[in-house]
């Protein structure tokens, strides 16, 4: 996808949240853009998890399952097999991430 049909993508998406910031639904659907058409695998992670923490539905739960299970598969053939050292800095990193908001809101 070129520049621009990707901006405009970007615009309607942020719009959409916007409009809808306590939808689960509408964080997996920009979680799905993150994920497939920009290749942003850090962000995809973090709004994945916000969209545990939004209360999801039973359909909105499975697709969470599913794209957690594809960012383990991609982890898994980017280290060749050693995802053990990749997941523990995943795991690192997404730890950062929550400790800087738990002092931003404390």
């Not at 520049?3 to 306590?22: E, M, T």
């Not at 993150?34 to 539905?57: E, H, I, M, T």
């Not at 050292?85 to 929550?98: K, N, R, T, W």
Request: charge should be positive; include cysteine; charged fraction near 15%.
């Amino acid at each position: 996808m070129s520049a621009s049909p990707r901006r405009v993508c970007v615009l309607h998406l942020q719009a959409g949240l916007a409009r809808f910031p306590q939808s689960a639904h509408m964080v997996l659907v920009y979680v799905n853009f993150l994920g497939s058409v920009v290749d942003s695998r850090q962000a995809c992670s973090s709004q994945l998890q916000a969209a545990k923490n939004l209360d999801p539905n039973l359909l909105d739960r499975y697709v969470i399952f599913v794209r957690g299970q594809q960012q383990a598969a991609h982890l898994l053939q980017q280290t060749g097999g050693h995802a053990e050292s990749a997941l523990d800095m995943a795991g690192y990193v997404e730890f950062q991430h929550s400790y800087r908001q738990v002092l931003r809101a404390h």
